[in-house]
């Protein structure tokens, strides 16, 4: 007896788009997104878009830089561009005890590959002009730190999931519960 059997994704967003991208990565081949209304007509139309590796949880940030390193992965496959922009980022320490949590999350973040830098306040001025190094104690740098446009990402993962062979269907509402 052969079974059937279908995953259905629901929502059209970053989230949705790229969990049915996971899933036909893992090799599913029956899955389907169903969108009330059209991808990125929920919050992913405004939607910051900023992203960093930095992350008290370790598994989390090894998250965040597998997702950044995901980015060209999606926009080759899809044609679709997801405006990344790797502009790098300081986290400042303006007192001894916040940069020792920074030396720390430095250490965690080289045990998982990142490539972070710490560095002096001088330095930080010269990232960020805006700061007085006097107030601060030292920064890390964070070069996997930046934005994206989030609506052109939710496309890249769309495209890149309908290559793979999943299914879109938009402008489905929801019209009782039973």
Known sequence: ????????????????????YHLTKLGWKDVVLVERSELTSGSSWHAA?????????PNVAKLQSYTIELY???EELSGQSCGVHLTGGIMLAGTKERMDFLKLAHAKGRYLGMDTELITPEEAKEVFPLIDPDQFEGAMY?????????????????GAAKKNGAEIYLRNPVKELR
């Open 142 to 158: 964070d070069p996997q730190e930046g934005h994206l446009d989030p609506s052109g990402t939710t496309y890249a993962y769309a």
């Open 49 to 57: 878009g900023g992203f960093h590796t930095l992350n008290g949880d």
């Open 72 to 74: 060209k992965e999606i």
């Open 1 to 20: 007896m052969k079974t059937h059997t279908q995953v259905v994704v629901i929502g059209g967003g970053v989230v949705g788009c790229s969990v049915l």
